[in-house]
């Protein structure tokens, strides 16, 4: 299953970089958006997203942890990025819309204001990284994420506010580099024993303005163009549909076997990113 890219001299070769002094190296993003899409990567993609949009709804979590490493597989990292924010603004408003009236804001804005001011300093960090070493990178994160969530270590935090303003600054790097803010913000807010519901509303209220601003930062970098919105408009279907049947039925399974489950799927996506990475797979 390849990509089959329209050979040389394209004229989307590299995308239109804005040089605003943030990010001073071209954002060399290694493939071209004028490739032929196989009928094989649409029904893969269709997939990935199905059940990563299906694992946010019913988990509020989770849908670039099990997103990102996959599609490593299929598209070029540095376009992932950008796709999954793009999704992530509208799974978050989905959760959002169905879980809003246990939104606790006084437990997330300090937080909230962390992982947006951080965003741009992770959109720096990809610019600099080669598709394969981002793809190692993106799976030891996950993989890491993974273990942790799975542990239950806890922590007695006695300053809250300030306990979370540093989750939001290693959210808010994560978010803006591999689109996989989450885990920090799990782990939070699993240690603080937040309350299922509450738990579900505020990490989407939470993500909700860190995606835009993570838009934001892609586009200057020159990472999200009109054509990745278009790629990305492929899929859009199959997301809608795994966050509407994760909303209806998050009551079904308990939330232990239904995090289990999570779990266990994003640590082997991270593993398979390891392995693409490190040119094993």
Not at 5 to 25: L, M, R
Not at 98 to 106: C, D, E, G, Q
Request: positive net charge; proline residues 5%; glycine residues 8%.
């Amino acid at each position: 299953m390849q990509c089959k890219p329209i050979t040389a001299k394209s004229p989307i070769d590299y995308f239109p970089f804005v040089n605003t002094g943030i990010y001073p190296k071209k954002a060399k993003l290694g493939y071209d958006l004028s490739m032929i899409i196989e009928t094989e990567i649409l029904l893969m993609g269709t997939i990935v997203f199905f059940l990563a949009g299906l694992t946010q709804g019913l988990t509020g979590f989770g849908f670039g942890l099990v997103a990102v490493p996959i599609l490593g597989f299929i598209i070029s990292p540095k376009m992932i990025a950008p796709m999954v924010v793009i999704y992530t603004s509208f799974t978050n408003l989905l959760v959002l819309n169905n879980a809003k009236a246990h939104l606790n804001i006084r437990r997330i804005y300090v937080l909230t204001f962390a992982g947006v001011i951080t965003i741009p300093l992770g959109t720096l960090m990809i610019t600099y990284m080669t598709p394969d070493h981002l793809r190692l990178f993106i799976g030891v994160a996950v993989t890491l994420s993974a273990i942790l969530m799975s542990l239950g270590i806890k922590l007695n935090i006695v300053r809250e506010r300030l306990a979370s303003a540093f989750v939001g600054i290693v959210s808010g790097i994560l978010s803006g580099s591999i689109a996989v803010g989450g885990p920090p913000v799990i782990l939070f807010f699993t240690n603080q024993e937040v309350p299922r519901e509450e738990f579900r509303a505020n990490i989407a209220a939470y993500f909700t303005p860190v995606s835009v601003a993570a838009n934001i930062s892609f586009y200057v970098a020159g990472l999200l163009t009109f054509e990745t919105v278009l790629y990305a408009l492929w899929f859009v279907p199959a997301l809608v549909l795994g966050v509407l049947a994760g909303n209806k039925y998050n009551d079904l399974l308990s939330e232990m076997i239904y995090k289990r489950i999570a779990l266990l799927i994003v640590f082997f996506a991270g593993i398979l990113s390891i392995l693409n990475g490190a040119g094993v797979l």
